[in-house]
């Protein structure tokens, strides 16, 4: 199957997963992932699977978790009521096939933490898309980000150590930024995957 065909396909599976971008758009940036049109595949089935399992257990929980997945590493952030809820949303995660490694960054109300607006980080969110996408030397559609009460999370990969510190830095500096938290995989280009560390 060829690189476009096969970004194509995976668009047409994943495709009720993301309503924001166009169906050419989401191609193109597909094509271009340093992840295998495989290992796109992998991480939308396992996506998938999760938000079925939230759904399973509460439909409002994937309107409270967000859920990113790349290259079997799942990143979760948002807000629930309790630490108990948190923790069995990630035994969720962790039950999918082909998971590497779960990162359960969910806050619990009450504990503090998001002091953001929703406006706020909306607005960090698009910020951070412009600035990584006009930087020299960053694949910007190689990771994924998320802002939370005016906390930037942000899971991928980067070809080199030279690639993640220029996407950190470009997150900091944008006005309203609180805290950045990365979850960013430093691998070459063909470099095999590390063991699973779950």
């Known amino acids: 199957m060829g690189r476009m065909a096969g970004a194509a396909a ?23 992932e340093a992840r295998s ?8 089935a396992i ?5 079925n399992r939230m759904m399973e257990k509460d439909p409002t929980l994937p309107l409270e978790i967000r859920t990113d997945v790349w ?10 009521t309790d630490l108990v809820l948190a923790a069995e949303v990630e035994h969720l ?10 990162y359960n960054r969910i806050q619990v109300a009450g ?10 980080d909306v607005w960090i969110e ?3 898309k412009v600035l990584l996408l006009g930087e020299d030397g960053v694949t910007s559609v190689n990771y994924r980000w998320q802002a939370f009460g005016s906390q930037v999370y942000i899971i991928g990969r980067a070809g080199s150590a030279r690639e993640r510190d220029a996407v950190l830095r470009i997150l900091r500096r944008i006005q309203g930024v609180r805290g950045v ?7 070459p280009p063909g470099a095999p995957l590390p063991a699973a560390a779950r």
Do not use: N, P, Y
């Open 47 to 51: 996506h998938t699977g999760i938000l």
């Open 10 to 32: 995976l668009t047409l599976l994943g495709g009720m997963l993301s309503g924001c971008v166009t169906l050419v758009a989401e191609v193109a940036q597909k094509a271009w």
């Open 93 to 102: 995660a962790r039950q999918g096939e082909g998971v590497r490694a779960v």
């Open 111 to 120: 504990e503090g933490g998001a002091q953001g607006s929703l406006a706020g």
């Open 37 to 44: 049109t495989l290992d796109q595949v992998r991480d939308v």
């Open 181 to 187: 938290h990365d979850f960013i995989e430093v691998r």
């Open 71 to 80: 290259e079997g590493r799942v990143l979760l952030t948002g807000k629930v």
């Open 126 to 128: 698009a910020q951070a």
